[in-house]
């Protein structure tokens, strides 16, 4: 489990961010469009590099823009992104798609497919290994998006939107499967779904205009939120 802390300025999108994710935690990190949650997943990702940033994930800095200046890496970031579609490899079997994971840390490809398979039993897609992508309906090339992204056991996930892609009839399993495979990670969620924040995060960041206006517990901010966006999204 490993502690976030990020502090960056990107004034040619007018984003002055200070955030906090507590290890073991999942917080989300909600606002209006243009408020700056996807630029950060984008700066957290290794997409954007701000002229100005520290950025730390456990004792690890992961970006410093001054004095001892450092630039990780994105494959070495130990971050691992959940897109809302599932963006699962089209010409790779089930099983290799969550194995894949592994096999970029170096697993062997053989005990690399016993545990993806193992995790495919997790998300309810056992005997679905050999399948392609496409022969998957949307809410099971989900779960095995989130099972690669589990098996991954990333220093950070970061979700973005994991259920707007989903049909209604799907939404609750998948909202129940990252309740259980969130466990004692440490995550940040971008949502616009009320259930699914006071499902998932314990915590909630409300960004206005590129900058944070409210920081706290979920029911915290649920139960006091701050005029405008917040108040909205819990009324």
């Given at each position: 489990m490993s502690e976030l802390s990020a502090v960056f300025r990107l004034p040619a999108r007018g984003l002055?961010?200070?955030?906090?994710?507590?290890?073991?935690?999942?917080?989300?990190?909600?606002?209006?469009?243009?408020?700056?949650?996807?630029?950060?997943?984008?700066?957290?990702?290794?997409?954007?590099?701000?002229?100005?940033?520290?950025i730390t994930l456990g004792a690890r800095p992961i970006v410093r823009t001054t004095g001892r200046k450092v630039r990780v890496p994105s494959h070495k970031r130990g971050i691992v992104q959940l897109a809302q579609a599932p963006l699962l490899f089209p010409t790779m079997t089930v099983v290799d798609n969550v194995a894949f994971a592994l096999r970029c840390r170096g697993v062997a490809r053989r005990e690399a497919r016993i545990r993806a398979a193992s995790m495919l039993e997790r998300v309810d897609l056992a005997g679905m290994e050999d399948r392609r992508p496409h022969q998957l309906s949307g809410g099971q090339a989900q779960r095995a998006a989130i099972a690669r992204a589990a098996i991954a056991e990333p220093d950070l996930l970061l979700?973005?939107?994991?259920?707007?892609?989903?049909?209604?009839?799907?939404?609750?399993?998948?909202?129940?499967?990252?309740?259980?495979?969130?466990?004692?990670?440490t995550a940040l969620l971008i949502s616009h779904d009320r259930a699914d924040v006071e499902a998932l995060a314990d915590r909630v960041i409300v960004l206005d205009e590129g900058a944070v206006v409210q920081a706290g517990t979920t029911a915290e901010a649920a139960a006091n939120p701050v005029p405008g966006f917040a108040t909205r999204f819990f009324s």
């Open positions: 002055d961010i200070d955030i906090a994710v507590p290890a073991g935690s999942t917080t989300a990190l909600i606002g209006p469009n243009g408020a700056g949650k996807s630029t950060t997943f984008d700066v957290l990702s290794g997409l954007l590099t701000p002229p100005e940033a520290e979700l973005d939107e994991p259920m707007s892609a989903l049909d209604r009839d799907s939404v609750p399993h998948i909202r129940a499967l990252l309740t259980e495979l969130l466990g004692d990670a």
